[in-house]
């Protein structure tokens, strides 16, 4: 089996992160299929795992949170129960974002219930250092979950947007509705109400669909497989935090957020993934494999 050089690594990785699909990444660099795959996946289970251990014990005064919608391999309605059990359906992204540095802070990926709220804000408290003031939209689950994660010590209030009512059908199924106001409420704390936005996470939410081709919609290009698109999602946010300079800030946001003292390399990603010869390739998916018929 062949090895991809590192600089052919970089070059695959850097596709990936700047919207091209896995096929269109095929054929841009002559690679395989299932090459750029497993690619994905060693490159998305190092960067989960970096961040989960050194994005951490963050100074943040303003915390901005929202969820993104997408589908693995069918849309909700449309996935048979046997399909649903594999991951397809409905996928949401949870994250948070400093509003100064721009740092993502969290990500999760899951449903969209109180049990994925729960978890999310607790992840988000446990890398956080000090009092933080808190913006959501309206989502419910967001009431108790922050409550149970931050408890007094959190500034929280809500956000939500104001639609007017669509005039016409097509133009409805192609543009979102035209926002009339906003209706802010204060939960807890002494949020500052100049500072109460959702503005920021919401334009990370479009650059998650501009740099990932799973994430765009009336395409063939969206996930289909829960994993892969976990994968996709944490190689997405270390490129966003380590490697990409932000416009405004003429910095990376974990060099904003004082993590690293540089701009990352895709060429230094590809040095987190550990060297694997082909045979300890074979044997894990063969433990996998196993597992899954065990379980």
């Known amino acids: 089996m ?31 299929k299932h090459t750029v795959l497993r690619l994905l996946e060693d490159a998305g289970e190092v960067c989960a795992d970096f961040h989960d251990k050194y ?37 949401w992204t949870w994250t948070a974002i400093d509003a100064e540095s721009k740092m993502c802070v969290s990500y999760l990926v899951g449903g ?19 009092r933080v003031q808190l913006t959501t939209d309206g989502h419910k689950p967001y009431l108790e979950a922050v409550e149970g994660a931050f408890g007094m010590d959190v500034d929280f209030a809500t956000l939500q947007k104001i639609y007017g009512a669509p005039t016409d059908a097509d133009q409805r199924r ?27 996470v919401e334009r990370q ?10 994430f765009t919609r009336l395409t063939n290009g969206f996930s289909k497989k829960l994993a892969n698109h976990a994968h996709q999602i944490a190689v997405y946010f270390f490129h966003y935090n380590f490697c990409r300079v932000h ?15 540089h701009v990352w390399t895709l060429e230094e990603l590809c040095g987190l993934i550990p060297q694997e010869n082909p045979i300890q390739r074979i044997d894990r998916e063969l433990i996998r494999t196993a597992l899954k018929r065990t379980a």
């Open 174 to 200: 192609y543009s979102p509705a035209k926002c009339i106001g906003t209706d802010l409420k204060v939960v807890s704390g002494n949020p500052d109400p100049k500072h109460v936005s959702t503005s920021y």
């Open 247 to 261: 416009k405004t800030l003429r910095v990376t946001p974990a060099m904003e957020a004082g993590l690293t003292d």
């Open 112 to 130: 969209r219930d109180g049990g994925w709220a729960y978890d999310f804000m607790q992840d988000c408290a446990s890398r956080i250092h000090g």
């Open 55 to 91: 994005v951490r014990n963050l100074r943040v005064r303003r915390l901005q949170c929202d969820e993104i919608w997408s589908f693995v391999g069918a849309k909700q309605k449309n996935a048979s129960p046997e399909k649903k059990g594999e991951g397809w359906g409905d996928v």
């Open 205 to 214: 939410n479009l650059s998650m669909r501009m740099g990932m081709r799973r």
């Open 2 to 32: 062949n090895r991809l050089s590192t600089a052919k690594r970089a070059q695959v990785i850097g596709a990936l992160v700047e919207g091209n699909s896995i096929n269109a990444t095929c054929r841009m660099f002559g690679v395989g």
